[in-house]
C-alpha cells in the first residue's frame, strides 16, 4: 500500500490526496459496518425483546425488516444528495442523524416505539454505506478500484461475524438496551473519524445541481438504463442468496438447530469467514483476470455449495452442526468474488451520477433485504431444506440475469472514463 491515496484525474479530474490510504479505507470500511452492525446485535436479544414486549416471533421480525425498508427508500436520496452537496456533508449529517435515532430505541418503552426509531435508524444508516461507495470510485480507477473495494469488503465483512457476538456478550452484561447503546458509541467514533480526517472526494466543480427535479431525473436517468437495471436486480440476488440464512439467523439457531443466545456464531462465522477470504481473493485477482469471468467464476461456486447444502439438509444424519453449516463459507466465498465486479460495473456505467447508481443499486439490494426479512425468512425458516431451496433459487436466478448482462452489454467495464480501460466481454 503506498502511504497516501492519489485521486486520479480519470475518475475525478483532480490529483488532491486523501491522505494516508489505510486510514481512508479503514473510514470507509467503518461506514459500511453499521448497516450489518445495526441488524445482526439485535438478533441474540430478540427472546428477551419479544418477553418484555408481549411479541411474537413474526412481530420481532420486524424490528429487521422495518429497518430495511426505510434504508431502501432513503437509500435512493443519499447518493444523488451526495452528488449536489459532496459526499463528506451527506456522511456527516446521516451520521447525527443515526446517533439521535439509536439513543431513542434505546430509550424505547414499546415495541411500536421502537419501530419508529428503528426507521429513522434505517433513513440515516444508508448514508455512509452508499456514500463509501461512489468515494471508491472517485478515488480509484481501473483494476485499483476493485482492488480497494475488495479490501474494504473484507474489513466490513468482518461485521455481521462479530456483530452477534457482540450482541450476546452485551445483552449479559446490561441487557437489550445497552446494544443500541453500544450502536450510540459507535456512531459517535464515526462521526470524528469523517469529521477530523475524511476528505471531499467529489469537487464542486463536478456536483450536479440541487433540486428535487435534478435528483429525481438522476435516478430516473439509472433506472430507465435496461444494462444498469439488470446489474442492479443481479446484485440484489446474489446478495439475498446471502441475507436469506441471515435473517433467519434466530429461526436457525435457536429453532433449527436447538442452540442458545450465545451461540449465533456458529452461523455468522462460516457464513463471513467465506466472505472475507472470497473479498481477499478477488483483491488478489483484480487485473489478473477480468472482471466478467471472476464475476462468472464466483456464480459457480456459488450455485455449487447452496446445492450441497440443499442435499445436505435432505439427510437427516447431516442436518446437525457441522454438515449443516459446512458448505456456507463456500457459498459467500463465490459471493464475494462477484460482489466487487457487480458494483464496479453499475458505478461505470454512470460517470456523473455514481452517487444516484450506487442509491438505485442499494435500493434494490435493501428492498429485496426487506422481503427476505419480513416474508421469506419466516416462511422458509421452518427448515433447513426450505432455507436451502430458497438460497438457490436466489443466486440461480442472480446467475441467469448475469449470463444475460454478458450477452447484450457492450462491456464490462474496469476503468471510469478511460476507453482504454473498457475490456469485451468474456465468460468461462
Known sequence: MTPTAPRPSGASGLQAEVGPQWLFLVILAGLGMVGPFSIDTMFPAFARMGTEFGASELAMQQVVSVYMLFFAVMSLVHGPLSDALGRKPVVVAGTLAYIAASVGCALAPSLPVLLVFRALQGLSAGAG???????????????????????????????????PIAGGLLLGWSGWRGIFWALVGLGIVLLVLVWAFMPETHPAERRSRLDVRALGAGIGAVWRNPHGRRLAFTAMLNNGAMFLFVASAPLFVVNLLGLGENDFWVLFVPLISGLVIGSWVSGR????????????????????????????????????????????????????????????????????????????????????????????????????????????????????????????????????????????????
Do not use: C
Open 129 to 163: 454505506v452508499i456514500v463509501s461507495r461512489a468515494m471508491v470510485r472517485d478515488v480509484y480507477a481501473d483494476h485499483e478500484a476493485q482492488r480497494v473495494m475488495s479490501h474494504i469488503a473484507m474489513i466490513f465483512g468482518l461485521a455481521p461475524a462479530l456483530a
Open 285 to 428: 485477482l483484480a487485473g489478473r483476470m477480468s472482471g466478467s469471468r471472476l464475476a462468472s467464476l464466483g456464480y459457480r461456486i456459488s450455485l455449487v455449495a447452496v446445492g450441497a447444502k440443499l442435499v445436505l439438509s435432505l439427510v437427516p444424519a447431516t442436518r446437525a452442526l457441522p454438515w449443516a453449516v459446512l458448505p456456507l463459507p463456500v457459498l459467500t466465498f463465490g459471493i464475494a468474488l462477484a460482489f466487487p465486479v457487480l458494483t464496479l460495473a453499475m458505478l461505470d456505467l454512470f460517470p456523473d451520477n455514481r452517487g444516484a447508481a450506487s442509491s438505485v443499486q442499494n435500493f434494490l439490494a435493501l428492498l429485496g433485504n426487506t422481503v427476505i426479512s419480513g416474508a421469506i425468512a419466516p416462511a422458509l425458516g421452518f427448515s433447513q431444506w426450505a432455507l436451502a431451496a430458497g438460497s438457490l433459487v436466489l443466486i440461480g436466478s442472480g446467475w441467469l440475469l448475469w449470463r444475460r448482462h454478458l450477452a447484450v452489454a457492450p462491456a464490462v467495464p474496469r476503468g471510469p472514463e478511460d476507453a482504454a480501460a473498457y475490456e469485451p466481454i468474456e465468460d468461462l
